[in-house]
């Protein structure tokens, strides 16, 4: 006997990014739709059958999605834009995969649906529009098919869906931001989940699980009554036949638990990794109905490392003191992790024991069950127990003694650049002599084929270090002179020596492990590979300094030095358990600042330091925001550029967050110049620029690079217009959205043409 287990949502990618591989060659012309279709069935039936051989209990369905759940969802719903409606395709997928990257061809021309983070996740997924035009109603058998097809290969599966709180509190009037929730709406809403839970029933599902994650945040006035008014729609559909798991992760629901105890669900799930004590103290405050069971989500689905089973049985056993029936649960979906360790075998034997990621996450939820329902002397016995906690004790990794030193000989004057920022704005125009709405790029250009392969020999040993070098040597020049001829004003070398933004620092930083196929999900089919903390950080060489220099040496424009900075590298990472993001960012901060001075030394004038993921771990609670936050984030940053010179002008990046609510404390990151996303937020952010007398120069992104579509002039002209009636013209930069890395040449150059021309045209009109 065991407890029920439970497992939130399984990786969609593939082992091997079959999905992403075949969907990308079907976007390229390269691959029929139903290759891509049949793909995504073997990946289904393969996860599915894993899951049952690990003996999960309750094991996924329609956590499979071609681009995004909330996509899906929105599709569910019938939530689609009449721009996207009238391109009138063929198949279902062509229309979802034009909402998702926008679409420009035979059919039309439409930009894609905003896209945000998830959470405090680096998962992104696609905001739904709400208008008046909109018929709520269902509109895909998706869910239902998927459920029927595993049922097909004898697993009975357990559906899950996003929650209409969520989907409702995350969706976007396009006119207004802000959705409004009147009655009519909520009604409409709830009758296609009361119609989707009803239909579960008769195909036979014994449980379907409603993911309410927007829960976690807090509370408006208002939520809790468009929670409740939407479940007391929804529940009673269920007729006796389908349990309902309302499932919660990222964070603590202790202002909503009564209510959600009290509507009478079926299982309660809680995340116990980062929000265990205030869902622990909820429990125990208001207690468990009585036919509720609590999922108790231990198996952390948001980091790496093995989970410690002596805490995870000690918060199944806290339950138990309140309610005898308890599941064991993920926290989250394993979306967030890579699927295996089987094959990395670049990590020494006595390294990868201290990992678990997807597929061995079900084995450790598989076992935590069965030592919750061990008694003593069972446990005593476990040789699953003895082994799990020989890995916590203590003797991982030791401490460097020389970075310990460093961060204790640090002042508070190591956080403060002299002089103050408008001061040295003006030494800086003066020494730089750009144009008024300066022209530049985010930093990366588009890693063709042959650079990949290139990198690949270098890897393999078939070629030498120096014809690398001479490879990209070629490649910068290429780029530099091809930046010279459209005429933009500071350039960059292309970073084509890196395959990572991330990685390719960690790989010239001491504590950092690598994996080869680690891969995790950013959004759409664009993966990420995170490298690990491992241990204490420091930096091991100069990392970009050559490759900046030589770029420099090449053209008599200004040239960016382009660094990431240290809270994107850890969010970016996989962080260490046994010490704080603190100090781990602390040690990072240490390491990029060696960098930033010795590119001021070789000569760089302008230096970017990519915080893209600053807003990324900002706590879901605004009592947690600079406590256990932005009160060490935003020095770090400081203690990267605090000691460059005044004429040295500090950029920083940040894309796909939210970035209103904490504006006044990235102007506090006092770097000169920003560029951030802002072309698929539709420039909101421009109006807390404003309100909030920002004092950072800023490049507000005009136009999305996660689309292949390439703008027009006038389009480009049209929001430069928009940017200027909110910002100081002295105070914008002109720029993209993002780096260029993962886009083609064929959409980069003649994008970024329209950019410079437009900026051109509007200096030609404000001169007048």
């Known amino acids: ?249 990222f964070g603590h629901i202790a202002d909503a638990y009564e209510t959600v105890n009290l509507l009478g669900f079926d299982g309660i799930g809680l995340d116990l990794n980062e929000g265990r004590e205030e869902n622990l103290a909820a429990v125990k405050q208001y207690g468990v109905a009585e036919n509720t069971t609590i999922f108790a989500g231990v198996i952390n689905g948001r980091n790496i490392w093995r989970n410690n089973y002596a805490v995870s049985l000690g918060l199944v056993d806290a339950l138990k003191q309140v309610t005898k029936n308890v599941a064991v649960s993920t926290a989250s979906s394993l979306l967030h992790v890579p699927f295996s360790t089987e094959g990395e075998t670049g990590l020494a034997d006595d390294v990868r024991k201290h990992f678990a990621f997807a597929v061995e996450k079900l084995g450790e939820l598989h076992e935590v069950a069965v030592l919750a329902d061990a008694t003593d002397d069972e446990k005593k016995a476990s040789a699953e127990l003895k082994a799990n906690q020989a890995l916590f004790d203590g003797t991982r990794v030791a401490p460097d003694s020389a970075v310990a030193a460093r961060l204790a000989a640090l002042t508070p004057d190591d956080f403060v650049r002299q002089p103050a920022r408008a001061e040295r704005q003006k030494e800086q125009r003066e020494a730089l002599g750009l144009p008024l709405l300066t022209t530049t790029t985010i930093g990366s250009f588009p890693q063709t084929k042959e650079i990949r392969a290139e990198r690949a020999k270098l890897r393999k040993g078939e070629i030498s270090k120096a014809e690398y070098d001479e490879f990209m040597k070629a490649q910068i020049d290429a780029c530099i002179k091809h930046q010279e001829e459209i005429g ?138 600079h406590k256990k936050y932005l009160d060490w984030a935003i020095p770090a940053f400081r203690l990267v550029h605090s000691a460059v010179k ?66 027009s002039e006038q389009e480009i002209e049209d929001r430069i217009y928009e940017i200027l009636k909110k910002m100081d013209v002295e105070k914008v930069w002109i720029n993209p959205d993002c780096g260029l890395k993962t886009r083609g040449n064929a959409e980069t150059w003649p994008s970024l043409e329209h950019l410079v021309a437009a900026a051109k045209a509007v200096r030609a009109k404000l001169s007048k």
């Open 488 to 625: 933009l004003d500071v350039l960059v070398h292309g970073e084509f020596e890196r395959n990572d933004m991330v990685e390719y620092f960690g790989q010239n930083l001491n504590g950092f492990l690598f994996t080869k196929n680690a891969w995790v999900q950013s959004y759409g089919t664009r993966c990420v590979k995170p490298p690990i903390v491992w241990g204490d950080v420091s930096r091991a060489k100069p990392i970009t300094v050559e490759w900046s220099a030589y770029a420099q040496s090449r053209t008599d424009h200004v040239m960016k030095g382009m660094l990431t900075g240290p809270v994107t590298i850890l969010n970016w990472s996989w962080p260490r358990e046994d010490i704080t993001h603190e100090q781990q960012t602390q040690q990072l901060a240490l390491a990029i600042r060696d960098e930033v001075l010795d590119l001021e030394k070789a000569g760089i004038k302008v230096i970017q330091i990519d915080e893209a993921a600053l807003r990324e771990k900002l706590p879901l609670r605004k009592t947690d925001w």
């Open 1 to 249: 006997m065991s407890a029920l287990t439970s497992v939130s949502g399984f990786p969609r990618i593939g082992q091997n990014r079959e999905l992403k591989k075949i969907i990308e060659a079907y976007w390229k012309g390269n691959a029929a739709l139903e290759e891509v279709r049949a793909t995504a069935k073997e990946l289904r039936a393969k996860h599915w059958k894993l899951q049952q051989e690990a003996g999960i209990d309750l094991i996924p369905s329609n956590d499979f999605s071609y681009y995004d759940q909330m996509l899906d969802t929105a599709i569910l719903l019938n939530v689609i834009p009449q721009r996207y409606q009238r391109l009138a395709f063929d198949n279902p997928e062509e229309t979802l995969f034009a909402m998702g990257r926008g679409y420009q061809g035979d059919k039309g021309d439409v930009t894609a649906l905003p896209m945000k983070k998830w959470f405090t996740t680096n998962y992104h997924y696609l905001v739904p529009e709400i208008d008046a035009a909109t018929e709520i109603k269902l509109g895909s058998t998706k869910p239902f098919d998927e459920f029927n097809e595993a049922k097909e290969l004898g697993i009975l599966t357990k559906p899950v869906l996003i929650g209409p709180y969520t989907f409702l509190k995350l969706a976007r009037n396009p006119q207004a931001e802000e959705l409004k929730y009147d009655q009519g709406l909520i009604n409409a809403v709830a009758a296609v989940y009361d119609e989707v839970v009803a239909k579960f029933a008769d195909l036979g599902a014994e449980w379907i699980q409603i993911d309410e994650p927007y829960l976690v945040l807090d509370k408006e006035e208002g939520d809790l009554s468009l929670f409740k008014s939407l479940y007391s729609k929804i529940l009673p559909a269920r007729k006796g036949a389908v349990k309902v798991l309302l499932n919660t992760y």
């Open 646 to 711: 005044p004429t040295t002008q500090i950029h920083t990046h940040m894309c796909y967050s939210e970035f209103n609510d904490i504006i006044k404390d990235i102007d506090a990151m006092d770097a000169d110049v920003i560029s951030f996303e802002a072309s698929r937020g539709d420039l909101v952010v421009l109006d807390a620029i404003h309100d909030a007398n920002f004092e950072t120069e800023a490049g507000p992104g005009v136009y999305d690079i996660h689309s292949p579509r390439i703008p």
